[in-house]
Each structure stands twice: as structure tokens, then as C-alpha cells.
């Protein structure tokens, strides 16, 4: 079933917080709303399930239009940041309360419950009480809860957030194998990049409510709209340079020069943005520096590298590098892979 939101407008009081915002998820696939904190994609989320009621706009689940109705009749399934689950249950009580409400049979309720336990891999822990579970264990309650009663979609808003780094990246994989699996269309909120990109089809990427750019995430990564879009994107983050434009040619400090494209104008201003995976001795020399900081990580090492005009050029490689702080490098740009941006941002 395919989620189409249109013209999506909230306010809350005079303050107009996302203003005609249009929204598709398709049948089957998980999206993300990510952003920084404030962007409109929690708000964005509490619409759709009902929390939040739309100012303006539509909200279609097939060809059916929902945004009148209470939340209970829209079908969805929601897992949230807290789990919001009853402490006073048993972790089969839990599961089951969504078919509870509806009446269903003992039986029916006992079958489900144990199929949906199972999908999430919590069939040993059935008789348990929440605080008896650890922060994974209770993630997975919520999910089945949320599953258990087949929700047309899927809503999750910011379910990992209070897990361990290693839980983080257990949940991750299992909350996309179950999405699979069930085939159920998901909305994923997070502010995390690593979430998003890892776990979900497209990506929409949100700023000052408003959707910046939705597309998967490669296409995000590598042919972002704007300057906003490229520094949300990447870990160690995109670095900014200014050149000088020169003999129809874009100079860096140190003499490395990059063609300017024909699309641009020579008296254009230009801002070139270089991924870290795009700055090092891997290609060859031109850009001169101090190293200033060096993170080891494991397998890779990262650095940050001050240019003579006080620009921060940051680079990613394998480790055992020998470089340390205080070191003078000489390295070159991958050309081809510099994004450029004019004044306002804007992806030249």
C-alpha cells in the first residue's frame, strides 16, 4: 500500500512549523525523515498516525483519505523512542493488548503472539516483565506490539536512541530484515546519519520543515542539491574551500588548480566541497598542510589537515600511516569527485 501526503501544512499556534509539504512512501519500502533537531520530521510523523492533527492537506493510505480520522482506525503501528510499554504486563500481555482491544479470541491472540514473537526472535522472554528485559529486549517488545495487529505502515520515530553503540548496530539490521520480511512500508525518524542511510530505500532530508532532498542514499551522498545536503551527509564530515579563480581555472592554496566546469562562469564565486575519501597522498601532491589532529580508528586513520590559508581539509585513511601531529604533507584531490557550490549554497 502506497502512503501519499500532500500539501501537508502544521502550525502550532501562529508559528507555521512545515507548510505544503508532499510526502510518497511506496508499497514495501523504508523511507527516512532525517534532519537536525526542529526540522518538522517528528511532527511530520505524529501527523500521519494521528497524534498531531493536519492544519491543511491530505493523507491517503491507498486511494483512502485519513486525515479526519482518530488514530486508532488508521491502521498503523507505531514504536517510540521510550517503547511506552505497560509495566504491569507481562511481555505477552504487551503484544497481545492491541488484539485484546479488538476482542479477538484467546486463541487467535496466543497464535499471533507467538508468530510475531518469534519474527523478532523474544519467544524465550514471553513471560517476562519489561524491567526484567534488557534496553534491545524491550526495543523488540515494541516492535511486535506494533506489528502484531498487520498495520497498513509502519511509523518508527527515533527507536534506537537510547541503546549502546553495539545495540545500535544489532537493531539496526533487525529492524530492516523484519521490515523485509513482513513486507510492511515503514517511516523511520532519526537525526542520525548512519540510521538512515544503512537501514532505509530513500531518504528525505529535512530543514526548517521542509523536505531538502528525497532520494536514496547514495544519490544523497554523492550528487547532493546544496551545501546543506552535502555537510548533513558523511562521517568525518565534508570540508569547505574557497579558491581563487585564476586563468579560467580554480586555484587552492599550496597551487593546485581544478578546471572550472563549463557551467560555471569565470566570475562566478565558487566554494568547492572535498570529501575526506577525496584528500590524500593516494592522489599524488598539490595541496600542502599541517596535520592537526589524527583519530585513530581502528582499521582507518582520520585527519585533519590545516592549509595555509586556515582552511581544514579533512582526510580518511588505512591505518598505520606513521603521520603524526605536527607533520607537513603534501597531498593531492580526487578533481573528479569536488562538489562545487555558489554563494547561497546552491549545488553548481
Known amino acids: 500500500m502506497q502512503l501519499q501526503l500532500k500539501n501537508f501544512t502544521k502550525r502550532f499556534g501562529d508559528l507555521t512549523v512545515i507548510e505544503n509539504l508532499d510526502l510518497t512512501v511506496n508499497s514495501g519500502e523504508m523511507i527516512a525523515l532525517l534532519g537536525p533537531s526542529g526540522c518538522g520530521k517528528s511532527t511530520t510523523l505524529f501527523a500521519i498516525c494521528g497524534i498531531h492533527r493536519m492544519d491543511e492537506g491530505e493523507l491517503l493510505f491507498g486511494d483512502r483519505e485519513v486525515s479526519d480520522l482518530p488514530s486508532q482506525k488508521r491502521n498503523v503501528g507505531v514504536v517510540f523512542q521510550n517503547y511506552a510499554l505497560y509495566p504491569h504486563m507481562s511481555v505477552f500481555e504487551n503484544i497481545a493488548f492491541p488484539l485484546t482491544i479488538k476482542k479477538q479470541s484467546a486463541s487467535d491472540i ?22 526484567e528485559l534488557s534496553g534491545g529486549q524491550q526495543q523488540r517488545v515494541a516492535l511486535a506490539r506494533a506489528l502484531v495487529r498487520k498495520p497498513d505502515f509502519l511509523l518508527l520515530d527515533e527507536p534506537l536512541a537510547n541503546l549502546d553503540a553495539k545495540l545500535r548496530l544489532e537493531m539496526r539490521s533487525e529492524i530492516r530484515r523484519i521490515q523485509q520480511e513482513t513486507g510492511i512500508a515503514a517511516i523511520l525518524v532519526t537525526h542520525d546519519q548512519v540510521e538512515a542511510m544503512s537501514m532505509c530505500d530513500r531518504i528525505a532530508l529535512m530543514d526548517a520543515g521542509k523536505i531538502v532532498q528525497f532520494d536514496q542514499p547514495s544519490v544523497l551522498y554523492t550528487d547532493p542539491a546544496n551545501k546543506f545536503v552535502a555537510s548533513f551527509l558523511g562521517n568525518p564530515p565534508i570540508s569547505f574551500i574557497d579558491p581563487i579563480v585564476d586563468s579560467g581555472a580554480l586555484m587552492l592554496p599550496g597551487g593546485l588548480s581544478i578546471a572550472i566546469p563549463e557551467n560555471i562562469s569565470a566570475q562566478s564565486k565558487v566554494q568547492l566541497g572535498i570529501r575526506p575519501e577525496s584528500f590524500g597522498p593516494q592522489f599524488g601532491t598539490g595541496l600542502p598542510g599541517k596535520v592537526c589532529f589524527v583519530e585513530m580508528q581502528g582499521r582507518e586513520e582520520l585527519f585533519d589537515v590545516l592549509l595555509a590559508d586556515g582552511s581544514l581539509v579533512r582526510s580518511i585513511q588505512p591505518a598505520g600511516s606513521g603521520i603524526n601531529v605536527g607533520a607537513q604533507i603534501d597531498w593531492g584531490v580526487a578533481a573528479d569527485n569536488v562538489l562545487m557550490f555558489d554563494q547561497n549554497g546552491a549545488r553548481l
Not at 496466543?110 to 524491567?131: C, S, T
Open 110 to 131: 496466543e497464535r499471533q503472539v507467538n508468530e510475531i514473537a518469534e519474527l523478532v526472535y523474544i519467544g524465550e522472554l514471553l513471560k517476562r516483565r519489561p524491567a
